[in-house]
């Protein structure tokens, strides 16, 4: 197959973006999409195929309208720029799904699926719609297709709008599978269904309340804690702790929707306070800019934030 060079001329500011730190972000550009870069002078030239080329060019042209326009150009701009060009291409990426390209849509979630695959601890905090979960299941199923893991396990505490399991009619299994719905909805969305239920089928993928979890210890598994503000401190640390040789772990929530009797025992900003910083884990915090459901989503959460910071109007 030719790999025909192609010169794209750029200006010095742009040209120096698309290089990145040491070459840093020419090097997952040329990772992504299979080509090579070079930096002649006046721009860049883009060594590939004809389909890597068309996908580096987007995503250089949108590191260099970036830098242009007097932005900074980090790392996780780029694996946008490379995630916007791949889905756009139709192209694949690392993660090997039915649903085609996994792909980061803001910086918030480049960020995100960066410190997933760095850290062994990643807490994703933010308003509902911004992917912390959806991409959690994508990682995680991406590790399972590979072998990296033996098992994709997701828990979620038993509390939500005040409702409890026990409630809810059936035996167990019946009991627990409509209040997982979100969890297994993103699962058939990301592997298909019948893939999904072989590997359930196979004890590969377990979605199960907290309280499934105690005496337990986790090895070689991706590990999903969701809804993680209606966990206890107690919960919470036990959780973490179940965490065995070979696992990662990734714990999600809103911490503006916490359904607790009381908001104060929530386990999850208690442990984010002690545990940021600590060696091996790392806190993504998702904004209202985050938010990839329907444009209105973002503007409720805006609306929520706004009347959250003011103070509260007299009484009449």
Do not use: C
Request: no cysteine.
């Amino acid at each position: 197959m030719s790999r025909t060079p192609e010169f794209l001329p750029l200006s010095d500011t742009a040209v120096r973006a698309v290089s990145g730190p040491s070459g840093r972000h020419a090097a997952l550009i040329e990772d992504a999409f299979k080509v090579l870069i070079e930096t002649p002078g006046g721009g860049v030239t883009v060594i590939g195929d004809v389909k890597g080329r068309a996908g580096a060019k987007r995503s250089i042209g949108l590191l260099a309208q970036r830098a242009d326009a007097g932005a900074d150009v980090a790392e996780a701009d780029v694996r946008v720029s490379v995630g916007q060009a791949q889905t756009a291409s139709g192209l694949i990426s690392g993660k090997n799904v039915r649903r085609g390209a996994i792909a980061p849509k803001t910086t918030g979630q480049a960020n995100y699926l960066e410190a997933l695959g760095r850290h062994d601890l990643v807490f994703g905090v933010g308003p509902a719609g911004t992917g912390k979960t959806f991409l959690a299941v994508a990682h995680g199923a991406g590790l399972l297709l590979r072998g990296d893991v033996d098992r994709l396990i997701v828990t979620r505490p038993a509390v939500e709008a005040g409702e409890r399991l026990g409630f809810l009619p059936g035996d167990l299994t019946e009991k627990v599978d409509p209040y997982m719905a979100p969890v297994w909805e993103a699962l058939t969305d990301i592997m298909g269904a019948e893939q999904l239920r072989r590997r359930r089928d196979k004890g590969e993928i377990e979605v199960a309340p907290i309280a499934f979890m105690r005496g337990r210890t986790l090895a070689r598994a991706f590990i999903i804690v969701d809804e993680a503000q209606n966990t206890s401190k107690l919960q919470m640390k036990m959780v973490l702790t179940r965490m065995g040789e070979g696992s990662t772990m990734a714990v999600t929530g809103d911490p503006t929707q916490i359904d607790l009797p009381n908001p104060r025992d929530s386990g999850l900003a208690h442990a984010i306070s002690i545990l940021e910083g600590v060696e091996g884990v790392a806190v993504s915090r998702f904004t209202a800019s985050d938010v990839v459901r329907h444009p209105m989503v973002e503007r409720i959460v805006k609306a929520y934030d706004a009347d959250s910071a003011s103070p509260p109007a007299p009484r009449v």
